[in-house]
Structures are given as structure tokens and as C-alpha cells.
């Protein structure tokens, strides 16, 4: 972490206002939405959707990735916020994941379950294993919990007994149930079916460098932590020398099991996302030589995440390189993870221009995406400006972890440099 300088003593007012903003966004906006709307007092859990009209749909399935980004997201705001209404929801949150998702003859979590909260989609998808993983590691640490550290490290031994390639490296997208081959892999329908992705790869490292900094902070020298450290260093490796491309900068999505990349699209979101949960990694790894190896690849992918930015400073989803098919909505979570990526920029490399961007990106939000009348952000904002109120206000991929964690992150940053 830089030290107090001038760099930063010159922009003190400025970062005291994003910080005071991003504070109050999550604790009066954000969660307050899901406390009040989206809790299940008969059932217990959450309610599974709101539509982008505001209707709350009862008996929505529920989803694992929803509930343990809930967990995640609850649990890490308590330690920020000091609040107890949120260490009430992840409490409630581990409760109900252990009742209803967790898969007891078998291991790991199920993809949905119902209303009821009986199992529904019980494929083993790899993405939602690291995701409760993320969740369970981040309540051990608020906690205390030597039941969620149990659960995590069972989850990461899942991730690395099942999901592993042993021939070419790399973790494979899913199985069924029993954990055997399952024909259709793909996380979503927007997804193409290969046995590889970026995205799964990102959200495997981001819940292992949780678990790792747990493990640092409570046992260092356990047998748990070195194993985690080894799979971190992996991952790492990766992404640099697999999922880079090395003539863009930018991820390629998807790949066959020897590495082939079979895809061109270029995520915007999911660079800039990336190149702060890799010096994330990094640094909470702890290891000088990867660090330097790792920290020109950050700046490299931020840098080819530009080609998404717009004039009104916000951030288009993805497009192919030829300049056709973009996508040019203004997600809520694209917004949000070029925040902190380009944020980190400033914090670790003292770009002034990067803050700059960040700075527009939070305005735009601020303008744009928050729904200051019921709470929480709009999915997206279309290319006319028009606010889409076809996809989730929350639901099983709508929920306030990309919006929190940004909030956080920058709260926590900042709280270090001033």
C-alpha cells in the first residue's frame, strides 16, 4: 500500500467526498433495498426476483449464485459498517445455504432450489461452488465461524478434486450432480458451451484469495494455507500466459480443454474487473517476484478495457474487435468494477488520469443507475439513455454485490491513504 505523499494529500477533499458518497450509497441505498423488499419472513431466505418494475415474484427459484453473493455481501459490509442488521442477514443468509442448498450425499451446492427451497437445478457448476466459497470464507472472517472455514476449505477441495484438468491445466466449467460429464456447461444462455471460460477462471481466484487472506490472518503456517497459496499461484499463471491475449491485452472468454480460444469477443467489464482481482492476488499472495510479474499484465488489461469507455465517462459491456455486434447498454456491474479498477490505478501507480476516470464513472452512476426512488441500481442504462426495465431490479444474477463491493472498496482505499 503507497504511503501518505503529496500525490494523494492534493486530492484529500475529493476523496473524502467519494468516500463519505460511496458510504452513504451502501448503507442508505443498497441495503436497505434488500432488507426491506427482499427478505422472506414466512419461508425464511430471500425472495428469488423483483422484475425492473418492482415486482416481487414469491416463488422466483432461487438461485446459489444470488444467495452467496447475499452472504458475501452482508458479511463484508458488516465488517465496514459495524452494522448488526447485517450481520443479522448473513447469519440468516449461512442459515438458510446450509438448510437448502447444500448437497449432503453428493457435496458442493446446487444451482436453485425453489420458492420452498427444495432443490431444483442440481448441477454442480464451478462458478457457484467458488461463489458460496467467496461467501462462507468472507462470514468465517466477520464471524469468526470455525463452521464456514470449515465450509470453505471443503468447498476449495471440491473445486480442485473436480474441476481441475490435470492434463492442460485449468478448471473446467461443470458436472452433474454426482460429479460426472455434463453435455451443456455453460454458465447462462448468453454463454457459449466450452469447457473453459474466463469468467469461471475470475471467480475462482477471487474467492481463493479471500480464503487465502483468512488462512493468513488466522493459521499461516497450516497445511490449508499452503495448498490455497500453490492454487492462487496457478491461477495466476493462468491468466497470464492462457486467458491474456497476448496481441490485445484484452481476456479471450472461452476455450477448448488444450487452451485453443474460441472466442473474440472483448469484455470491457470483465478487463477492467480482472485487473484488479489479479493484483488483489497478488498482493495478498505475498510473493515479490509474482507481484512484479503480475503488475504491468494489470495495467495492460485496465489500459484495453478503455476501448469500452464513452465520452459521457461510463462504460459500454463488450464488442468484437472488427468493431461490430457491441453491446453498448451500461450495465450496473461494468460501471461499478471500472471504479475500483481504474481507483486502483491511482491508489497503487498514482495515475492522476485513472482517478479521473473513476471520478466520472462514480458520477455517472450517480446520475444514471442508482434508483434514488426505491433503492438499489438499474441493470443497465441503453444506448439512448433510456433506463432497461426488462431485465432484474434483483434476482438471480441482480444482486448488490458488484455495487456493495465497489462501495467497500473504495471506503476501505480510502480509509488507508488519508
Given at each position: 500500500?503507497?504511503?501518505?505523499?503529496?500525490?494523494?494529500?492534493?486530492?484529500?477533499?475529493?476523496?473524502?467526498?467519494?468516500?463519505?458518497?460511496?458510504?452513504?450509497?451502501?448503507?442508505?441505498?443498497?441495503?436497505?433495498?434488500?432488507?426491506?423488499?427482499?427478505?422472506?419472513?414466512?419461508?425464511?431466505?430471500?425472495?428469488?426476483?423483483?422484475?425492473?418494475?418492482?415486482?416481487?415474484?414469491?416463488?422466483?427459484?432461487?438461485?446459489?449464485?444470488?444467495?452467496?453473493?447475499?452472504?458475501?455481501?452482508?458479511?463484508?459490509?458488516?465488517?465496514?459498517?459495524?452494522?448488526?442488521?447485517?450481520?443479522?442477514?448473513?447469519?440468516m443468509t449461512k442459515d438458510y445455504v446450509l438448510a437448502h442448498f447444500m448437497d449432503r450425499e453428493h457435496g458442493g451446492v446446487y444451482w436453485s432450489v425453489t420458492a420452498?427451497?427444495?432443490?431444483?437445478?442440481?448441477?454442480?457448476?464451478?462458478?457457484?461452488?467458488?461463489?458460496?466459497?467467496?461467501?462462507?470464507?468472507?462470514?468465517?472472517?466477520?464471524?469468526?465461524?470455525?463452521?464456514?472455514?470449515?465450509?470453505?476449505?471443503?468447498?476449495?477441495?471440491?473445486?480442485?478434486?473436480?474441476?481441475?484438468?490435470?492434463?492442460?491445466?485449468?478448471?473446467?466449467?461443470?458436472?452433474?450432480?454426482?460429479?460426472?460429464?455434463?453435455?451443456?456447461?455453460?454458465?447462462?444462455?448468453?454463454?457459449?458451451?466450452?469447457?473453459?471460460?474466463?469468467?469461471?477462471?475470475?471467480?475462482?481466484?477471487?474467492?481463493?484469495?479471500?480464503?487465502?487472506?483468512?488462512?493468513?490472518?488466522?493459521?499461516?503456517?497450516?497445511?490449508?494455507?499452503?495448498?490455497?497459496?500453490?492454487?492462487?499461484?496457478?491461477?495466476?499463471?493462468?491468466?497470464?500466459?492462457?486467458?491474456?491475449?497476448?496481441?490485445?491485452?484484452?481476456?479471450?472468454?472461452?476455450?477448448?480443454?488444450?487452451?485453443?480460444?474460441?472466442?473474440?469477443?472483448?469484455?470491457?467489464?470483465?478487463?477492467?474487473?480482472?485487473?484488479?482481482?489479479?493484483?488483489?492476488?497478488?498482493?495478498?499472495?505475498?510473493?515479490?517476484?509474482?507481484?512484479?510479474?503480475?503488475?504491468?499484465?494489470?495495467?495492460?488489461?485496465?489500459?484495453?478495457?478503455?476501448?469500452?469507455?464513452?465520452?459521457?465517462?461510463s462504460m459500454i459491456y463488450e464488442g468484437e474487435p472488427d468493431g461490430t455486434h457491441f453491446d453498448r447498454d451500461r450495465h450496473w456491474w461494468v460501471q461499478a468494477e471500472a471504479v475500483v479498477g481504474f481507483f486502483n490505478l491511482y491508489q497503487h501507480f498514482g495515475d492522476e488520469m485513472a482517478l479521473h476516470k473513476a471520478l466520472r464513472l462514480?458520477?455517472?452512476?450517480?446520475?444514471?443507475?442508482?434508483?434514488?426512488?426505491?433503492?438499489?441500481?438499474?441493470?443497465?442504462?441503453?444506448?439512448?439513455?433510456?433506463?432497461?426495465?426488462?431485465?432484474?431490479?434483483?434476482?438471480?444474477?441482480?444482486?448488490?454485490?458488484?455495487?456493495?463491493?465497489?462501495?467497500?472498496?473504495?471506503?476501505?482505499?480510502?480509509?488507508?491513504?488519508?
Open positions: 500500500m503507497p504511503a501518505k505523499s503529496h500525490l494523494f494529500l492534493s486530492n484529500e477533499t475529493m476523496l473524502r467526498t467519494l468516500c463519505h458518497e460511496v458510504r452513504e450509497c451502501l448503507a442508505q441505498n443498497i441495503l436497505p433495498f434488500w432488507l426491506n423488499n427482499m427478505l422472506d419472513t414466512k419461508r425464511g431466505g430471500w425472495y428469488g426476483r423483483m422484475t425492473g418494475m418492482g415486482l416481487t415474484e414469491e416463488e422466483a427459484p432461487r438461485g446459489a449464485i444470488l444467495y452467496a453473493r447475499l452472504l458475501w455481501t452482508f458479511s463484508a459490509a458488516c465488517h465496514v459498517l459495524g452494522d448488526s442488521a447485517c450481520l443479522e442477514a448473513a447469519r420452498d427451497g427444495q432443490p431444483l437445478d442440481t448441477k454442480k457448476q464451478f462458478y457457484a461452488q467458488g461463489f458460496m466459497l467467496y461467501g462462507f470464507s468472507e462470514y468465517a472472517r466477520l464471524a469468526g465461524d470455525e463452521e464456514a472455514l470449515q465450509i470453505a476449505v471443503q468447498l476449495f477441495d471440491i473445486i480442485e478434486r473436480h474441476a481441475w484438468d490435470n492434463g492442460y491445466g485449468g478448471y473446467i466449467e461443470a458436472c452433474t450432480r454426482d460429479w460426472q460429464p455434463i453435455a451443456d456447461m455453460r454458465l447462462s444462455d448468453k454463454d457459449e458451451n466450452y469447457p473453459k471460460s474466463q469468467n469461471t477462471h475470475l471467480h475462482i481466484i477471487e474467492p481463493y484469495t479471500n480464503l487465502l487472506r483468512l488462512l493468513h490472518e488466522t493459521n499461516p503456517e497450516s497445511e490449508d494455507a499452503r495448498k490455497v497459496s500453490a492454487a492462487v499461484k496457478r491461477l495466476l499463471s493462468l491468466f497470464t500466459d492462457h486467458i491474456l491475449n497476448p496481441q490485445t491485452h484484452h481476456l479471450d472468454l472461452f476455450f477448448d480443454m488444450d487452451w485453443t480460444r474460441r472466442s473474440t469477443t472483448e469484455s470491457y467489464g470483465h478487463d477492467i474487473e480482472c485487473s484488479w482481482l489479479l493484483h488483489e492476488a497478488a498482493h495478498v499472495l505475498g510473493d515479490n517476484a509474482i507481484l512484479n510479474k503480475v503488475e504491468p499484465v494489470v495495467r495492460e488489461m485496465a489500459q484495453a478495457s478503455e476501448k469500452g469507455l464513452q465520452p459521457d465517462g462514480w458520477e455517472y452512476i450517480k446520475n444514471r443507475l442508482i434508483d434514488h426512488e426505491h433503492g438499489e441500481w438499474h441493470w443497465s442504462i441503453r444506448e439512448d439513455g433510456s433506463v432497461n426495465l426488462d431485465d432484474d431490479h434483483a434476482g438471480f444474477w441482480k444482486c448488490p454485490y458488484h455495487n456493495g463491493r465497489m462501495c467497500m472498496e473504495l471506503i476501505e482505499r480510502i480509509d488507508t491513504m488519508l
